[in-house]
Each structure stands twice: as structure tokens, then as C-alpha cells.
């Protein structure tokens, strides 16, 4: 079966730290990748996804990601948060041939301290 | 362009009462999503229509949940009766024809059955 696996459940950052979620997926076949992150208040929106191409991926707001193949990773990497960054983040998979759902994971809150 | 819209955004019912959700989708997307998330636990597909047809219902969990989208135009989601699990948010996402492309949630509606 399909899973996607984010590794923390909570972070706590200071103004300025960097970042890194992790996310590792299990799926037999072609897939491609998202974050999605829901802000306080706010609806789920897309930070960025992975379809091919090159595994480095660049989202908005300075958020980057690495798909690494081998691992079936997806980390999602900032190199200084703001505290404007607080919010929740989803990983996701989601395949064509299996008409686009997307699976979840567990979601990653992040608090940044000012 | 209007995004996805939810309706209600906060419903309170009684166990075994009857909920109807609703959710309107950016115009010209063919494909609504239905998924939903209980306190605690990750976003969970629910189903997939393309148009006015069902794609997957693969994750509707049991026969109180009927889905519709008459015209292909809003969806509505119904729990007769609901159960107390029922509670959580369910969210509607939309999406242009293809399966891989990004999908737009919509800002959820939070059900609470007592």
C-alpha cells in the first residue's frame, strides 16, 4: 500500500535556523511529489512539487526540496525561517494512473520563535 | 479567480442527524477531490470525480457517505446518519484535466458530531 511518512511530528526553530523535513514515501511506480503547507487560518496551498526533471526543486517563499530516487525521499529544506514560516506542512504523493489523489502524511508542525 | 469554496465552514450535529456539505470548485476544473482529516490523523482521500462521474471512491469509508456532483459544476457530500468518528475536516480540491496537476483546496468544513 501507498504511505507517506513525515519523520517529526513537531519542530520548534528560532527566527534564522534552518530547516529540514523529512518525508519518505512508498509507492511502486512513477510518482510525483508535493509540500503543501497550511498557514493559521488559512487554506492548504502548494510550496512545491516534483513531477521529472531535476531532483532540486524550488517552491515559493524560499522553500526548496530533494527528491532523492534511491531513498524515496522527499525532504523539504529552508535555509533561514522566519517567524512567519509557523505553520503546518504536508507531504504528498500522487500518481497519474491513480487519477491524481494524493496521499498524505502526517503533517509537520512548525513554530518558529521570534 | 474565485478559488474553491466550502459550505458550511462549521457544522455541529447530533449523532445520527443528517449533514450535507458543499463544495464549489474553480470554474473549468473537471476533476474535485473529496479528503478529509480526523483530529490527529493525516488528510485521507475520500473520492475523485472527473466531471460528473465518480473516478474512485475507493476511500469512502462505509454507505452513510454519499457523494454527488449533478452538472459537473459543485459537489455535495452527505453523512446519513452520522457516526461520532464522522468528526474532522473535510476538505475539496480541485484541478485542471490531466490528474497531475496541482490541486486547489478549498478551506474545509469542520464536522463535529456530539
Known amino acids: 500500500a501507498q504511505s507517506v511518512s513525515q519523520h517529526n511530528h513537531h519542530v520548534i526553530l528560532s527566527e534564522a535556523a534552518s530547516l529540514e523535513l523529512g518525508c519518505n514515501y512508498s509507492?511502486?511506480?512513477?510518482?510525483?511529489l508535493f509540500w503543501y503547507v497550511q498557514y493559521p487560518g488559512q487554506h492548504l496551498q502548494l510550496l512545491l512539487k516534483?513531477?521529472?526533471?531535476?531532483?532540486l526543486v524550488k517552491g515559493i517563499k524560499g522553500f526548496e526540496a530533494e527528491f532523492i530516487k534511491s531513498k524515496f525521499s522527499f525532504n523539504l529544506r529552508k535555509p533561514s525561517v522566519q517567524w512567519s514560516d509557523t505553520a503546518e506542512y504536508f507531504c504528498?504523493?500522487?500518481?497519474?494512473?491513480?487519477?491524481?489523489?494524493?496521499?498524505f502524511g502526517q503533517g509537520t508542525e512548525l513554530s518558529v520563535k521570534p | 479567480e474565485a478559488g474553491v469554496t466550502q459550505f458550511p465552514s462549521h457544522s455541529v450535529i447530533e449523532k445520527g442527524q443528517t449533514v450535507t456539505l458543499r463544495c464549489d470548485p474553480i470554474?473549468?476544473?473537471?476533476?474535485l477531490y473529496w479528503y478529509r482529516r480526523v483530529m490527529g490523523k493525516e488528510i485521507k482521500f475520500l473520492l475523485h470525480?472527473?466531471?460528473?462521474?465518480?473516478?474512485?471512491e475507493s476511500g469512502m469509508p462505509n454507505n452513510r457517505f454519499l457523494a454527488e456532483r449533478t452538472g459537473g459544476t459543485y459537489s455535495t457530500l452527505k453523512v446519513q446518519p452520522a457516526e461520532l468518528e464522522d468528526s474532522g475536516v473535510y476538505f475539496c480540491?480541485?484541478?485542471?484535466?490531466?490528474?497531475?496537476?496541482?490541486?486547489?483546496f478549498g478551506p474545509g468544513t469542520r464536522l463535529t458530531v456530539t
Open positions: 470554474s473549468g476544473h473537471d476533476n
Open positions: 480540491a480541485s484541478s485542471q484535466t490531466g490528474g497531475g496537476y496541482e490541486q486547489y
Open positions: 516534483y513531477f521529472s526533471g531535476d531532483p
Open positions: 509507492y511502486g511506480g512513477t510518482v510525483n
Open positions: 470525480f472527473v466531471k460528473e462521474s465518480k473516478q474512485d
Open positions: 504528498a504523493v500522487g500518481s497519474y494512473n491513480q487519477g491524481g489523489k494524493l496521499i
